[in-house]
DNA sequence: ATACACCTTCGAGTATGCTCTAAGTCAAGC
DNA sequence: GCTTGACTTAGAGCATACTCGAAGGTGTAT
């Protein structure tokens, strides 16, 4: 079994990006992903450039960007370097999101927390013991 | 139009928690809220505790904490002060979650940043005009 | 009395993102 | 030759959390 010019199976994949194989159909099927190069028998080989996209695309998908924005993205890809422009300012927008989201984060926490310290107080005032 | 005892409408508590009076009816459904009290006519009067407890699960629900886990919470409230340690206990490991969380968001965020800084050193070298 | 706003219930529909199943192909090992 | 395992497709199913629509009741204003 040569791995030639470094050409990786599903499975392969899918423990390099935490992704399923399922997963991994399913983004090519949504056009996430243009069509994989495959082997002879039909099988789906992934060049390094395809899992280089599909573990860029995980943290996209980590920090909560919708496939459809994705897929966008992707699309900028392909277009190739005239898009360096849109693709920077698309992940500059989505800092901003990522950004806004962890603040409201915070802020939501530190609301529970209050109710957290005042579970404390109340469990030191009135020991089970 | 009298407030008696301060009792809200679907609409005022709408407003107050960022909910739609139909995530509210929807959340009373669930189980999420007990049956709410009702004036004469059917409608629904939400009482400051009411409130206040729809105020806080919007803190859970913003932290990611899912409707199911939710649901648990509030079944130890109805339970009284005997669950206080169970609620401290909840609340601490939603704490941890979203802490993970954080920290997985700034880890990934950190990973699209280098790509960022990429896409703005390209179009330094390479300046459209 | 009639319009209007606001509420009610119940059930269905939607959006997102997977996740699984069935039926089939193919190559390698026993 | 036959089993095993990894792969293929197309399509269905599922989990979560809403979100909406239809049909109807009620209270106030004109």
């Known amino acids: 079994m040569e791995h030639e010019l470094e050409q990786l199976t599903i499975q392969e994949v899918a423990e390099l990006s935490g992704l399923s194989a399922?997963?991994?159909r399913y983004y090519e099927r949504i056009g996430?992903?243009?069509?994989?190069?495959?082997?002879?028998?039909?099988?789906?080989?992934?060049?390094q450039v395809d899992?280089?996209?599909?573990?860029?695309?995980t943290y996209l998908r980590a920090t909560g960007m919708p496939l459809r924005?994705?897929?966008?993205?992707?699309?900028?890809?392909?277009?190739?370097?005239?898009s360096i422009q849109q693709r920077l300012s698309m992940l500059?927008?989505?800092?901003r999101?990522?950004?806004?989201?962890?603040?409201?984060?915070?802020?939501?926490?530190?609301?529970?927390e209050k109710k957290i310290a005042?579970?404390?107080?109340?469990?030191?005032?009135?020991p089970t013991t």
């Not at 996430?32 to 080989?45: K, Q």
């Not at 899992?51 to 695309?57: G, K, N």
Request: glycine content about 4%.
């Open 118 to 126: 005042l579970y404390q107080e109340l469990l030191e005032s009135t």
């Open 32 to 47: 996430l992903l243009r069509p994989i190069g495959r082997a002879a028998n039909g099988h789906r080989r992934y060049s």
């Open 92 to 95: 500059e927008e989505h800092r």
């Open 22 to 24: 399922h997963t991994l």
């Open 69 to 82: 924005q994705m897929r966008a993205y992707v699309q900028y890809l392909e277009d190739g370097p005239e």
């Open 97 to 112: 999101t990522v950004q806004a989201h962890m603040a409201e984060l915070q802020r939501n926490m530190a609301a529970i």
């Open 51 to 57: 899992v280089s996209l599909v573990i860029f695309l």
